[in-house]
């Protein structure tokens, strides 16, 4: 299936369209990545989901999200993150990212092992918490991307894996941050 994406005009423009196996409709801004961050007109999108088979109902069919967090060092939270990234989730993934990293961390680690699907709204916080925008605080680093083709992949269609810090190995990296 094909995204039907709609142009918002400006410099911005769609770099992906796909729907899978359930749906995907990425869209990234085309302004360098150092930009402050400006309230971006949304697009309008629309895309068929299907699950196993079966059209569904899209991402409020499965609003489930869990979020922990834990200390990873002294100056590190690792946040896991379970379940879907997409419209319904974000803005709850949002607030507790907004939350946790109140204190400022130096360091956030998201594990995205556990995320099953990733729309262009769980991209968006991706590049919110790498910029440091929205209130999300510490520097980005994401582990469990490379096992999880869902993330990797759409990572890999928006070219962020170039941009965002991405571990393979959790424990690692908590011993480099703790140097």
């Known amino acids: 299936m094909i995204a039907d994406v709609e142009s918002w ?7 992906a369209r796909r729907c899978g196996p359930r749906s995907i409709a990425v869209l990234a801004d085309q302004r360098p990545f150092g930009r402050s961050c400006p309230t971006v007109a949304q697009p309008r999108l629309h895309c068929a989901t299907v699950s196993a088979g079966q059209p569904s109902n899209g991402p409020q069919d499965d609003p489930q999200l869990e979020l922990t967090c834990r200390q990873g060092g002294d100056d590190v939270i690792v946040i896991t993150v379970r379940g ?23 360091h956030v680690v998201l594990d ?32 469990g991307v490379s096992a999880n083709q869902p993330v990797k ?6 070219g962020l894996t170039l941009l965002l810090d991405i571990h393979d190995d959790q424990d690692h990296l908590l011993r480099t941050l703790a140097r």
């Open 9 to 15: 005009g400006g410099s911005c423009t769609p770099t």
């Open 153 to 158: 992949r759409v990572l890999d269609i928006t």
């Open 84 to 106: 879907d990234l997409d419209l319904a989730t974000v803005p709850q993934a949002r607030t507790y990212l907004q939350d946790k990293t109140a204190a400022r961390p130096g």
């Open 112 to 143: 995205m092992a556990g995320v099953g699907f990733m729309s262009s709204h769980g991209v968006r916080l991706l590049l919110d918490a790498h910029e440091g925008c929205d209130d999300i605080h510490g520097r980005l680093h994401l582990t």
